[in-house]
């Protein structure tokens, strides 16, 4: 596998000096379509995306201005070591100050970045050419050694990396060139490139021990760092990405109350804005010089029946609860439109191993009515919901309605969002989680769907599926790996203990002066990579 195969060409704003030279070439929205066919992207959503990316880049980017920006989270665990990051705003500043190796595009391909490019043979021996030329913000020439150190850290316990469970595959990291790295697996993965492209893996200096002066080789340079509170970063003129970045500074703050968040955009204090409630979507887009910024993603919220106990571990009971979803309902209702209907598997549309070819299971009140009565599952039915799980307690209330039309009693048990996952999610015989976008499908089945996963909602285990899941790892050839992973899509939707009713979109909102956003489906603000991809209209 090499990145000269057509694994995923041209696709999305992360690849954005690829997409700017076809623009300028003249590249219609039909040939911007085409690529991002090309990797993968179901025909609506490919179409929708081309639109908005030839917007963006119609729009003549200008340089200069300061950026103030609001995430959803400030805590003074805030840090910029990468491998302890967790959550949207250390990964917003992440990307503003460091590079991997690769970056996921619109369709969460990988993509070069540090490294220009990246072959294997096997899938287990992988070989990174360095880019040339680039610096860290102190000046330093980037170097394998950089490269070395910043993937095996993660290995060592003492990191405490958040990553370590996917960075415990790698057997060794060598410079094997002046400009060249070589990574060895203990077995096949065709994602490495795309693992190496998430926010832990960033490259740091060889030897760093102290991160809070954030030298990375991003498109930012950082001037002030108080955890919890702010940060200020400028741009770095030595950027390696030709005419990148545009804008002079940024400020990041984090507000974790959403009416506080929004109260400060349409106030001026803010020019973009994090993680909008869609009840809050009228009065943003009513207020004149503000719009909404929305990324459809892999995210969800799904009832959880346990295979293991209670009446989960009737297969009856638990495709009358799937049917039982009426979807369109729950999107209009709900989500207010911000979501698109899911089919009790969980590989979303934006993601290029999509099974789009999997029947809908309809809402259909006498199939659920059919296998209730073979289950003969009577009585009342606890299921626990928190506002903790997006969503959940508004799908539990529609689900407890329309249960009423079969004859089953759904007792919803209402719990705080303080103390959920650790004490009712996975630990309820019927529930509900929420699962965030995952950069790849093999991350999001192994670590939720896998037989001996932690995260494993249902406790559904199958042999079969656990062999297909390994061997979609060692496949290269995309048509291939596509068909497995479609298989395994069609297990989980028919045996699975998991209804998974709609995917998520993410919601941002922004001064109409804010130019350039595109969606990466790895959650708002561009998938956390706005900064070097936005500027300030005049």
Do not use: C
């Amino acid at each position: 596998m090499s990145t000269r195969q057509p694994l995923a060409p041209f696709v999305g704003p992360q690849d954005s000096q690829r997409f700017m030279d076809a623009l300028a070439r003249g590249a219609s929205r039909r040939d911007i379509l085409s690529m991002l066919l090309a990797g993968g992207m179901q025909a609506g959503l490919a179409g929708s995306l081309a639109g908005i990316a030839v917007s963006a880049h119609a729009q003549t980017p200008r340089k200069g201005g300061r950026l103030r920006v609001a995430g959803a989270t400030a805590a003074v665990t805030d840090t910029l070591d990468p491998a302890k990051q967790s959550n949207q705003t250390d990964y917003s500043r992440g990307t503003m100050l460091y590079n991997g190796l690769t970056s996921l595009d619109a369709s969460l391909s990988p993509q070069p970045a540090l490294a220009e490019s990246f072959t294997s043979k096997d899938a287990r021996t992988w070989v990174f050419t360095l880019r040339k030329g680039v610096t860290f913000h102190d000046g330093k020439p980037l170097a394998p050694a950089d490269v070395v150190f910043s993937l095996m850290r993660h290995k060592d316990p003492a990191t405490a990396s958040k990553a370590k469970a996917l960075a415990d595959q790698i057997d060794s990291v060598k410079a094997s060139g002046p400009n060249e790295v070589t990574v060895v697996l203990s077995a096949p993965n065709a994602d490495l490139p795309v693992i190496l492209g998430t926010f832990h893996f960033h490259i740091v200096k060889d030897g760093t021990t102290d991160f809070s002066a954030g030298i990375g080789t991003g498109p930012y340079k950082l001037k002030e760092f108080k955890p919890g509170v702010r940060s200020l970063a400028v741009r770095n003129e030595a950027y390696w990405k030709p005419g990148r970045p545009y804008l002079d500074e940024i400020e990041f703050v984090g507000i974790a109350d959403e009416t506080a968040r929004v109260n400060a955009l349409l106030s001026g204090g803010m020019d973009l804005v994090a993680a909008v409630n869609p009840r809050s979507v009228a009065r943003v887009q009513g207020t004149p010089g503000y719009a909404i910024f929305t990324t459809q993603s892999g995210q969800y919220s799904d009832l959880v029946m346990r295979k293991d106990l209670g009446p989960g571990a009737n297969p009856d009971f638990v495709l009358a609860m799937k049917h039982l979803f009426d979807r369109e309902q729950m999107k209009k209702s709900i989500a207010l439109g911000h979501a698109v209907v899911a089919n009790d598997q969980p590989i979303d549309p934006t993601n290029r191993f999509h099974f789009a070819g999997l029947p809908q299971r309809a809402f259909d009140l006498d199939k659920a009515r059919f296998h209730l009565q073979k289950s003969g599952i009577g009585g009342k039915v606890a299921i626990v919901t928190s506002p903790a799980a997006l969503y959940s307690v508004e799908i539990a209330l529609v689900l407890q309605q329309t249960a009423q039309k079969i004859g089953l009693e759904l007792d919803i048990k209402r719990m705080p969002a303080d103390g959920y996952w650790s004490n009712h999610w996975l630990n309820s015989p019927v529930g509900f989680g929420n699962i965030n976008p995952r950069p790849s499908a093999d991350a999001l089945l192994t670590q939720f769907f896998k037989s001996d996963a932690t995260w494993n909602e249902s406790r559904w285990k199958n042999a079969q599926f656990d062999q297909l899941l390994l061997a979609s790892r060692a496949e290269t050839d995309f048509a291939k790996r596509k068909q497995l992973y479609a298989d395994m899509q069609t297990l989980i939707h028919q045996e699975a203990g998991i209804g998974i009713p709609l995917f998520l979109a993410s919601i941002d909102g922004h001064s109409t002066k804010v130019k350039g956003l595109s969606p990466i489906p790895l959650g708002g603000l561009m998938g956390y990579s706005f900064a070097e991809h936005v500027w300030l209209e005049a």
